[in-house]
């Protein structure tokens, strides 16, 4: 299938062309026609799956198709984070350059006066946060009214993170009838289901890549790792190779990622670090200059393991486990996006093996190991797995036959 035959305008087929995409992926030949055709929809993907761009262009269509003078916002898009709603935002400006529409972003983090000001000028789409949105609607400073489509990105995510009430709150002050969408990473548990079932009306429901399905365009790896000095060296010869281009190294907290940086920085590689205690504006500048090339590594917590995207990363490198299968998803989705190839390490330590056989499990499939000449571990995990620590209560039992 091609972009043309999902029957879109010339003008956005004119962007897609200049945005290089090729052909529709599975999600987007999906969700367009339904989106299209006025329904509403329940779609699972997986990050790096082109899932914005799907939601985007039937958006735009629609502005095109249905011309209105209102000087309020027609189509609301709602993410979890500022870092997605700015992403989102930037997919909306590359699809719509070749058509006369404004879009505002309204998120945390930003300042709020700036954000106001935006919203005193007729614009098409709103993206935003829901506090941040449900906060300015409770001070009368935005209208809802005339919204004839609203999109929810992320699901998943905004139930993890305790936004399900604000964005209910959102939908309630919406007066007229409206067409929607709700994306989200994975459609199990009854989380996402009663989430679905109190905003969207007998919506259609697409699964193009089950939650535990990765991008076929990433490559997986584990390098074994006997200590932390050991994983230090693993990572260095990693990121010194020539094929590593770009970057993103994942660290569970802080402290390890502050520390870690400045480790490589001594190391002469060229790396910054990226963490939820930066202002929006600092993270905005890391995240620039590593998109231009001027940073090799950035080291990240899970801050940046969704809605950064960033086509030019040709390695994500866990240097710690993600302690859930879902989220070593969303890290390795980082590289192999756009019809990109990349490539997904794992530096694992010994008392990590737990945490890769969850991620395993998850995965229904084994990540291949690797290794670096002269670099060997000498972990046996196999061997270690076979030392399991014995039950609490086999521990008892044995003691007891000691004493008798």
Excluded at 57 to 69: F, G, K
Excluded at 84 to 107: F, H, M, P, Y
Excluded at 178 to 186: I, N
Excluded at 269 to 282: E, M, N, P, R, Y
């Amino acid at each position: 299938m091609t972009f043309s035959e999902l029957e879109l305008d010339d003008l956005l087929l004119d962007a897609i062309t200049q945005q290089g995409f090729n052909r529709p992926t599975p999600i987007q030949q999906a969700a367009i026609p339904a989106l299209m055709a006025g329904k509403d929809i329940l779609a699972g993907a997986a990050t790096g799956t082109g899932k914005t761009a799907a939601f985007v262009l039937p958006a735009l269509q629609h502005l095109i198709d249905n011309p209105s003078y209102t000087r309020l916002p027609r189509i609301l898009m709602l993410a979890p984070t500022r870092e997605l709603a700015l992403q989102i935002r930037q997919v909306v400006r590359d699809l719509s350059q070749n058509i006369a529409l404004r879009s505002v972003v309204i998120t945390g983090g930003l300042a709020q006066d700036k954000q106001i000001e935006h919203l005193t000028h007729p614009f098409q789409i709103l993206i935003a946060t829901p506090g941040r949105l449900l906060n300015l609607l409770e001070q009368d400073r935005v209208q809802l009214d005339h919204l004839e489509m609203v999109i929810i990105d992320e699901a998943d995510r905004m139930l993890d993170m305790g936004q399900g009430p604000d964005v209910h709150a959102l939908l309630d002050a919406i007066p007229g009838d409206f067409q929607a969408g709700l994306f989200s990473a994975t459609l199990a548990g009854t989380g996402i289901h009663n989430f679905a079932e109190k905003t969207l009306d007998n919506p259609t429901v697409i699964q193009v890549d089950a939650a535990n399905m990765q991008s076929a365009q990433v490559q997986q790896m584990i390098y074994f790792a006997d200590d932390r000095a050991h994983k230090e060296q693993l990572l260095l010869t990693l990121l010194q190779d020539s094929s590593c281009k770009s970057a993103l190294v994942f660290c569970n907290k802080k402290e390890r990622a502050i520390s870690l940086t400045q480790w490589l920085q001594a190391q002469e590689i060229s790396a910054q670090v990226l963490h939820g205690d930066f202002i929006q504006a600092k993270r905005l500048e890391k995240i620039g200059k590593f998109k231009e090339g001027k940073i090799q590594t950035l080291v990240a917590t899970d801050v940046a393991s969704r809605g950064l995207d960033l086509l030019n990363i040709t390695h994500v490198i866990n240097y710690d486990l993600p302690l859930r299968g879902d989220t070593y998803i969303h890290r390795i989705g980082r590289t192999g996006r756009a019809q990109n190839v990349g490539l997904a390490i794992s530096l694992v330590e010994g008392h990590e093996l737990r945490t890769l056989e969850r991620i395993h499990y998850h995965l229904q499939a084994k990540i291949p190991v690797s290794k670096i000449k002269g670099l060997e571990a000498r972990l046996k995990p196999n061997k270690l797995n076979d030392k399991k620590k014995p039950h609490k209560k086999k521990a008892a039992k044995k003691a007891a036959k000691k004493k008798t």
